[in-house]
């Protein structure tokens, strides 16, 4: 494939020059960048950053090592595929060079004989002018799109990443992802925080089943579900087994919404509690290698400890975590659940989650700019669809206002902090009422609009964008009707209220 022709989607695009995806969508909407089929051109994204043709890879790397660090992940880990998946990958590229250099000579050979045949034209007809006129044209086009063609740094880059992660599309639903490292089919949509279906991640339930009808996939590793002869003659694969060898496009099921999520029963184990301060703790569960549990970020689940005591708590982390299930727990005296995560639990203890419940999720399809809205424990909620939106990488800005009862409230200040500081589009803003924000007097719902009032002096726009709410109930209210009042319509703010 000639780069002339080399068309990128949004997503590999947006890798390519270090933005998001939503610059490139709104240039898109604006017309400032041309798409065909929602692909852009090599050619048109230069058009578009000249000044990426210019730049070294140094912050296109810094961009990705951002990202990892910002999602605590271990890039160097699992930054190359083995060698088989490499070796094709570079079989495969060394193909379209190859296609691409014998066009070329094609191309060259053409335009020669293109001049020749206008040598002869000009001797003859009494157009000469313009024929002469077409040849000068046609040697400075010819002349400038080789050397174009050539110097290209972004094409070659291109190529690079095209080695280091293969590019999923899934239909219908139109999604996409990368593939990096040793990932699986499933892990690579996982860590994008897209929920495809599946069950076990081990090769057992074949609910991950889905159809390759693009590309190459690789099997890596051996799994018991037995798929049909039939099946795998349409190309049928599980994705918890096999990885991405070149570009591939899947038919799967995308889970569109809650319903879409089967209850689940599973039995996990702590891993660690841990005190963030005085008031808080951090739980971490880790769900079984054959059971993993499938949720979106935003949800909620049921505990249960030690038998008898339950609660329901929102998940802290995001389903592109794998196996790990993050709580955030405050300390509740005469709480009996909580006086046992906090004097109690050890590592290792069975908890037993049920679930997942609740509609607080992100709406994906949105590019608007979002603001998160976080009351003390609220946090834990927000956190999850805050590390989706970024692993979505398709909003706009990303505002998050963490208001705390206390300076305690604001319990895990540096994971904003770190975000804000590895993110362009992420903005955190701490707060702290000075008062209870579960029990709220006149008074202090007075101090609290004010809060909210500063808000939006800082982002009158905050009514072109979404707005998340999450933490007690009576602060989670108050700051719903306060943002209603503005005029945001009801299908676009929303809210969690919480108890423990
Ligand atoms: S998730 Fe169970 S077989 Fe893949």
Same mark, same amino acid.
């Not at 089943?209 to 099997?219: I, P, T």
């Not at 927000?382 to 998050?400: F, G, N, P, R, V």
């Given at each position: 494939m000639s780069h002339l022709t080399h068309l990128l989607s949004l997503s590999r695009a947006a890798r390519l020059i270090g933005v998001n995806r939503s610059e490139l969508q709104k240039k898109i909407q604006h017309g400032d960048l041309h798409a065909f089929d929602g692909m852009v051109s090599i050619d048109e994204l230069l058009r578009a950053y000249p000044r990426a043709q210019l730049e070294d890879d140094t912050e296109y790397s810094r961009v990705l090592h951002i990202r990892e660090a910002a999602f605590g992940k271990r890039v160097f880990e699992r930054a190359m595929p083995d060698a088989e998946t490499l070796a094709t990958r570079v079989t495969e590229l060394s193909k379209e060079l190859t296609l691409s250099q014998t066009q070329v000579k094609q191309f060259k050979l053409l335009l020669d004989r293109l001049r020749d045949k206008l040598t002869d034209m000009s001797k003859q007809t009494d157009a000469k002018a313009a024929v002469n006129e077409l040849k000068t044209w046609l040697a400075a086009e010819t002349t400038a799109a080789l050397e174009h063609d050539y110097a290209n740094p972004l094409a070659v880059r291109d190529n690079l990443l095209r080695v280091m992660a293969a590019h999923v599309t899934v239909l219908p639903s139109g999604h996409d992802f990368f593939v990096e490292g040793a990932d699986t089919l499933l892990e690579g949509a996982l860590r994008a925080g897209l929920p495809l279906n599946y069950g076990c991640s081990g090769g057992n339930c074949g609910l991950c089943r889905a159809k390759v009808v693009a590309g190459q996939v690789k099997k890596t590793r051996h799994h018991d579900y037995v798929l049909t002869e039939s099946e795998k003659s349409q190309g049928y694969v599980l994705l918890c087994c096999n990885t991405a060898v070149t570009d591939v496009e899947l038919e799967a099921p995308v889970a569109g919404g809650v319903q879409d999520i089967p209850f689940q029963q599973i039995a996990a184990k702590v891993k660690s509690v841990t005190g963030l301060n005085h008031d808080m703790v951090l739980l971490h569960l880790q769900t079984p290698r054959s059971s993993r549990l499938r949720f979106l970020a935003g949800q909620y689940v049921m505990l249960q400890l030690s038998k008898s005591l339950t609660a329901q708590l929102p998940i802290a982390s995001c389903p592109c975590d794998e196996r790990n299930i993050l709580f955030h727990v405050r300390r509740m005296p005469g709480n009996l659940f909580s006086d046992y995560v906090f004097n109690r639990l050890k590592s290792n203890e069975?908890?037993?989650?049920?679930?997942?419940?609740?509609?607080?999720?992100?709406?994906?399809? @949105? @590019?608007?700019?979002l603001y998160f809205i976080a009351f003390d424990t609220g946090f834990a909620p927000i956190k999850s669809?805050?590390?989706?939106?970024m692993s979505l990488d398709a909003a706009e800005a990303i505002h998050l206002y963490w208001i705390g009862s206390s300076d305690s409230s604001i319990y895990l200040p540096n994971i904003p902090r770190a975000w804000a500081d590895a993110l362009d589009n992420f903005h955190y803003t701490a707060l702290v009422a000075g008062h209870d924000l579960s029990h709220l007097t006149a008074l202090r719902e007075e101090a609290l609009l004010t809060m909210l009032k500063g808000i939006i002096n800082e982002h009158p726009e905050v009514t072109d964008g979404d707005v998340y709410i999450a933490g007690p109930e009576a602060a989670s209210k108050l700051a719903e009707r306060f943002f209603l009042g503005l005029g945001l319509p009801k299908t676009r703010v929303f809210i969690s209220y919480q108890s423990l």
């Amino acid at each position: 494939m000639s780069h002339l022709t080399h068309l990128l989607s949004l997503s590999r695009a947006a890798r390519l020059i270090g933005v998001n995806r939503s610059e490139l969508q709104k240039k898109i909407q604006h017309g400032d960048l041309h798409a065909f089929d929602g692909m852009v051109s090599i050619d048109e994204l230069l058009r578009a950053y000249p000044r990426a043709q210019l730049e070294d890879d140094t912050e296109y790397s810094r961009v990705l090592h951002i990202r990892e660090a910002a999602f605590g992940k271990r890039v160097f880990e699992r930054a190359m595929p083995d060698a088989e998946t490499l070796a094709t990958r570079v079989t495969e590229l060394s193909k379209e060079l190859t296609l691409s250099q014998t066009q070329v000579k094609q191309f060259k050979l053409l335009l020669d004989r293109l001049r020749d045949k206008l040598t002869d034209m000009s001797k003859q007809t009494d157009a000469k002018a313009a024929v002469n006129e077409l040849k000068t044209w046609l040697a400075a086009e010819t002349t400038a799109a080789l050397e174009h063609d050539y110097a290209n740094p972004l094409a070659v880059r291109d190529n690079l990443l095209r080695v280091m992660a293969a590019h999923v599309t899934v239909l219908p639903s139109g999604h996409d992802f990368f593939v990096e490292g040793a990932d699986t089919l499933l892990e690579g949509a996982l860590r994008a925080g897209l929920p495809l279906n599946y069950g076990c991640s081990g090769g057992n339930c074949g609910l991950c089943r889905a159809k390759v009808v693009a590309g190459q996939v690789k099997k890596t590793r051996h799994h018991d579900y037995v798929l049909t002869e039939s099946e795998k003659s349409q190309g049928y694969v599980l994705l918890c087994c096999n990885t991405a060898v070149t570009d591939v496009e899947l038919e799967a099921p995308v889970a569109g919404g809650v319903q879409d999520i089967p209850f689940q029963q599973i039995a996990a184990k702590v891993k660690s509690v841990t005190g963030l301060n005085h008031d808080m703790v951090l739980l971490h569960l880790q769900t079984p290698r054959s059971s993993r549990l499938r949720f979106l970020a935003g949800q909620y689940v049921m505990l249960q400890l030690s038998k008898s005591l339950t609660a329901q708590l929102p998940i802290a982390s995001c389903p592109c975590d794998e196996r790990n299930i993050l709580f955030h727990v405050r300390r509740m005296p005469g709480n009996l659940f909580s006086d046992y995560v906090f004097n109690r639990l050890k590592s290792n203890e069975v908890v037993d989650i049920e679930g997942p419940a609740g509609e607080f999720i992100l709406q994906e399809k @949105t @590019t608007r700019p979002l603001y998160f809205i976080a009351f003390d424990t609220g946090f834990a909620p927000i956190k999850s669809l805050l590390e989706h939106a970024m692993s979505l990488d398709a909003a706009e800005a990303i505002h998050l206002y963490w208001i705390g009862s206390s300076d305690s409230s604001i319990y895990l200040p540096n994971i904003p902090r770190a975000w804000a500081d590895a993110l362009d589009n992420f903005h955190y803003t701490a707060l702290v009422a000075g008062h209870d924000l579960s029990h709220l007097t006149a008074l202090r719902e007075e101090a609290l609009l004010t809060m909210l009032k500063g808000i939006i002096n800082e982002h009158p726009e905050v009514t072109d964008g979404d707005v998340y709410i999450a933490g007690p109930e009576a602060a989670s209210k108050l700051a719903e009707r306060f943002f209603l009042g503005l005029g945001l319509p009801k299908t676009r703010v929303f809210i969690s209220y919480q108890s423990l």
